[in-house]
Structures are given as C-alpha cells and as structure tokens.
C-alpha cells in the first residue's frame, strides 16, 4: 500500500509513515501466487514453475505454463527490495499499533502506548477474530498447514513442475492435500494443508508428511525448516469496517480470496484500486470483491463448512471440466456469468452444491 501510494500520487507528495510491527525477528516465510511475467514481483521471486499439476482420487492433470506464472517469493527479499524503493519517499517506525481515535479531520495512531501519529488517512492490517461478529450469516472456515522443507539423497523430484493439490492421500473425513514446491530434484517445500472449521495438532499434519514421503520412497530426507500458517477463508464484508478516513486493507480488509486464501497478488491489485476510488470520492466505501464473485466463493464455503469431506471430488470436478485459464479467471474474478454458472453446474456433488446455493440465496441475513 505504501508502494502504491508513492507511484499512484507522485504529483501530491503525500507524507507517509509506514509502521511496522514486523520489523524485527520475524521468521521468513514464502508466499506463492499467480503473476504475470512482467510483474515486479515475479522478477523478485526466488523460483518458477513451468508446470503445475493436480492430482485427485481418480485424475491427474498435468498443465504447462505459459501466459501465467507460478512463482514464489521469500518475505526477506521481499521487505529489502521494497524498503529499497520506497527509501527517501516514506517513514519507516518500527512498532505495534496500541489505539486509533478518529477524528473529524485526522486520525491519532497509538504505537506501543507512547508514541502518538496524527494522518488524514489510516489504511490498517491489524484484525482480530474477537471484533468479527459470531453470530455473523457469513460461512467460515481455514485454510491451515504445516510444511517441510526437506533434502533427500535421491532424484524423487520433478523440479521444473509443483503440485498444486494432490488428493490422493487419506482424506479422514475432511478436505486434505499435499502441496508441493520443488527447488531442484532433491530439496521441497511440502506443506499439508487442510480446508476446515477446526485446526489440528501439530503431530497430525507431521504424519500425513510423513507418509507421503514414505509412500514416494523417500526414506532417505532431512527436515532443515518448517512453516505453518492459517488463512481465513470467509466472505465476511470485512470492508463494512471501514470509515471516513480509517480503511483496511489485507485480509482485514477482505483482500483474501474466500475460495483459495490467496492474499499477496490480490492485495498489490487491490491497493490501487483502493487509492483511485479515494481519490474519485475521498470518502468511499471500497468493495473488494464484485457481489457476483462473493456469491460463488460463498457457495463454495458453505458447501466445505456442511460437508467437508467432498472436497476431493469438488476440486477433481473443477479440475477435469475446465482448463487451468479459466479456472484462473475465475479465482482473478475475470469469468462471465455464464463461465461462472458452467463452473458451478459442471460442478460435483451436484445436489449438495444446488443445496448450498439455495442456503445462500435465501439466507437470513445477505450482506
């Protein structure tokens, strides 16, 4: 966002303060995402895939690349690169955001219970869970996992292809897969990742690894890092939050797509339409998402919420009827009415989807 402000608005010279309670000891992380091969953010990424695949209970569908690439970027050089382009042009503090009190004319930012900031427009990451409503109509589940990185002593790596979802493994009544990230033919991030209202512990998603490598005859493998995460996939309008001159953006803002969890492409897209509708109407609601999109996603998460298991055959199903490109216009919100009607009736299991979108439509409360 503070990116997008410089580049957006270099006539105003707007004064920008960036506050970053991240800017110390932080473990790295990798963020993979769909990019065009322009973007400055793939010319930062540390891998690409001319390959994706997916494999479920009865297909595997193998699809090269080429208008759109898979890559993956490490938060490290991700924070040097753009503190390198926005050197000179923003304020950087490090600290955590304590209070926001809005004014009619600014708003008083409280880092760490001292320090106090007066702006004319907040744009904020920070949520909580407790401040979104429990008793809201939206469905709501996560998309959590925990990965290896691991070395082996033998080839057992494609390293130009990654996994996408992989759906062959036991699937204990709920929506699992592997995904896999090759880096060469002996070294992997393997994360597995779980769609469901409720995490596990650690030691389960260490033993679903654990035998997927077993099952690839991988016995020879050292585990030299992990990851974990957990991404709310919701269509909760987190954007109804917003205010006159507070505005969220990330996922507390509603910029995770509600059907994948993507987050980071979205976000730097999404950062400038944000600044462009201010601009047109300092004082605007922004929508993230088009209604039409939000419908869809809402289908889909009520149908994992009821029936978490079928996720298996309704990622296959998607998978086998539609190519990689559409599917990926519809994740960037891109398709026509009619693809996204295609997607939704080509879509298995029909009746337990029919039955989701006829919750959704008639819902107590539609936001």
Known sequence: MADALVHDAPESHPRILLIDGEMEDTPE??????????????SWARKKWQEVEFKGPQLVKVTPLSKQQYVMLNSGDFRRRMFERLQGRVEVLSGRVT?????????????????RFLGKHVFSSVWNRSEIDPHQDEPWIEQHFIGWFIETDEDIFHADRFTMMDFSIAQHGRTGFMYVLPFSKRSALLEYT?????????????????????????????VVGKERGSIPMTTYPFHHRNTTRIHYIGTAGGWTKASTGYTFEQSAQL?????ACLRDA?????APSRLRSRFFDRVMLDLLSHHN????LFFESLYRHHSLERILRFLREETSLWEDLMIILRSQPRGLLLRSVWRVLFSRERK
């Open 29 to 42: 992380r990798t963020w993979c995402f769909w990019s065009d091969p322009d973007s400055i953010y793939a």
């Open 99 to 115: 209070a926001m009190n809005e004014g009619e004319s600014e708003v008083e930012v409280v880092v760490n219970g001292e320090g």
């Open 194 to 222: 779980v769609f469901s209202k409720d995490l596990l512990d650690d030691e389960a998603y260490e033993r679903e690894i654990e035998s997927y490598l077993n099952q690839r005859t991988a016995t020879n493998y050292r």
């Open 271 to 275: 950062a400038h339409r944000m600044i």
């Open 282 to 286: 300092p004082h605007a609601a922004f």
């Open 309 to 312: 298991a079928v996720g298996a």
